[in-house]
């Protein structure tokens, strides 16, 4: 089968179970977690759009985290959510391929967000008098458009050459949404493990990179906590909802991608890709919210506005808006 024949391509997914009960109860978890994951990413991307406190490197690479969170997340759960109920769970080539491309942009994009994260904490704590001039406006923007690039150029690739493959087998791909290691095993092509060995190569390199760049900047941070005291303990903790979400991605990537699995675990396929895919976005921002007290702070005071313009109109008295700010964008930077 030629290539440009492959586009009516319908690939068949197959989910946990086909019996109705299981597949409610399916649809209103997956709902549940697509609604916290919406909302609590939103609620992130708000406070800090709106509270000047969170006007800093740190919350603005946070702002984006939640954004690619919100993205990533979309990319599978909607798709999976409409095959909840549908008798044939089937996928377009076109729109495989293209799920292949945007899962593999966002979740790219991610590891180099949370490695440029990392550089900003190393920063912070290990050269706070440069700090101000090291991650300026410019060099956040940078180091985000750095993160939204590699993404973007790994994942065309990678796409590209799936859609190159021939598939002239099965249509089955036994997996919840199109991933490439489970689109490249319906392959009939005698190239599909070269295909894969570049791919994997290709996905390494940014994952890895991303790795060790976070570790070797907490490896830093804990020598300089270690060895500065109290006041660079205090800081240390603002790292501890960073190092808990490197920990979930990247561990759960891990694990689905570096440890073998047998043939018959194909439920636990499922399960580590529901967890790496669609569980991770949504503890991000809980993660955030509740082991950061700055975040909690705006959190309250967001409340306690809003309790307080519903008082006073309840009330009737007119109370006068706050002026804005004579300082725009970053206000700390």
Same mark, same amino acid.
């Given at each position: 089968?030629?290539?440009?024949? %492959?586009?009516? *391509?319908?690939? $068949?997914?197959?989910? =946990? !179970? +086909?019996?109705?009960? @299981?597949?409610?109860t399916l649809c209103l978890c997956f709902s549940l977690i697509y609604l916290m994951t919406v909302l609590g990413n939103l609620l992130i991307m708000t406070l800090i759009w709106l509270d000047t406190h969170l006007h800093s490197p740190m919350y603005f690479f946070l702002g984006h985290l939640s954004f690619l969170?919100?993205?990533?997340?979309?990319?599978?759960?909607?798709?999976?959510?409409?095959?909840?109920?549908?008798?044939?769970?089937?996928?377009?080539?076109?729109?495989?391929?293209?799920?292949?491309?945007?899962?593999?942009?966002?979740?790219?994009?991610?590891?180099?967000?949370?490695?440029?994260?990392?550089?900003?904490?190393?920063?912070?704590?290990?050269?706070?008098?440069?700090?101000?001039?090291?991650?300026?406006?410019?060099?956040?923007?940078? %180091?985000?458009? *750095?993160?939204? $690039?590699?993404?973007? =150029? !790994? +994942?065309?690739?990678? @796409?590209?050459?799936?859609?190159?493959?021939?598939?002239?087998?099965?249509?089955?791909?036994?997996?919840?949404?199109?991933?490439?290691?489970?689109?490249?095993?319906?392959?009939?092509?005698?190239?599909?493990?070269?295909?894969?060995?570049?791919?994997?190569?290709?996905?390494?390199?940014?994952?890895?990179?991303?790795?060790?760049?976070?570790?070797?900047?907490?490896?830093?941070?804990?020598?300089?906590?270690?060895?500065k005291g109290a006041g660079t303990q205090r800081a240390f903790a603002t790292c501890t909802s960073h190092l808990i979400v490197v920990s979930l991605f990247f561990g759960a990537g891990a694990v689905a991608y570096l440890v073998p699995h047998s043939s018959s675990s194909k439920e636990m396929d499922k399960v580590?890709?529901?967890?790496?895919?669609?569980?991770?976005?949504?503890?991000?921002?809980?993660?955030?919210?509740?082991?950061?007290?700055?975040?909690?702070?705006?959190?309250?005071?967001?409340?306690?506005?809003?309790?307080?313009?519903?008082?006073?109109?309840?009330?009737?008295?007119?109370?006068?808006?706050?002026?804005?700010?004579?300082?725009?964008?970053?206000?700390?930077?």
């Open positions: 089968m030629s290539p440009s024949s %492959l586009s009516p *391509i319908t690939f $068949l997914l197959l989910g =946990f !179970s +086909s019996a109705y009960r @299981a597949q409610v969170d919100i993205c990533y997340s979309s990319v599978t759960l909607p798709k999976i959510l409409g095959d909840s109920f549908s008798p044939q769970k089937t996928i377009s080539f076109v729109g495989c391929i293209m799920q292949i491309y945007f899962f593999l942009c966002f979740g790219g994009s991610e590891c180099t967000l949370l490695a440029a994260m990392a550089y900003d904490r190393y920063l912070a704590i290990c050269h706070p008098l440069h700090y101000p001039v090291l991650m300026s406006k410019k060099m956040c923007h940078c %180091l985000v458009a *750095i993160s939204w $690039l590699s993404g973007s =150029f !790994s +994942s065309l690739i990678q @796409a590209f050459l799936t859609a190159r493959l021939p598939f002239c087998g099965s249509n089955m791909i036994n997996h919840l949404f199109c991933e490439t290691p489970f689109v490249l095993k319906a392959s009939c092509s005698p190239n599909a493990p070269l295909n894969k060995i570049a791919l994997y190569t290709l996905a390494g390199t940014i994952a890895m990179g991303s790795f060790l760049l976070t570790l070797m900047s907490y490896i830093h941070i804990i020598r300089a906590v270690l060895q580590l890709a529901l967890l790496y895919a669609i569980v991770t976005p949504m503890l991000n921002p809980i993660i955030y919210s509740l082991r950061n007290s700055e975040v909690k702070g705006a959190i309250r005071k967001s409340l306690l506005r809003g309790l307080l313009q519903i008082s006073t109109k309840g009330a009737g008295i007119s109370a006068e808006p706050p002026q804005p700010s004579s300082q725009q964008g970053y206000s700390s930077w």
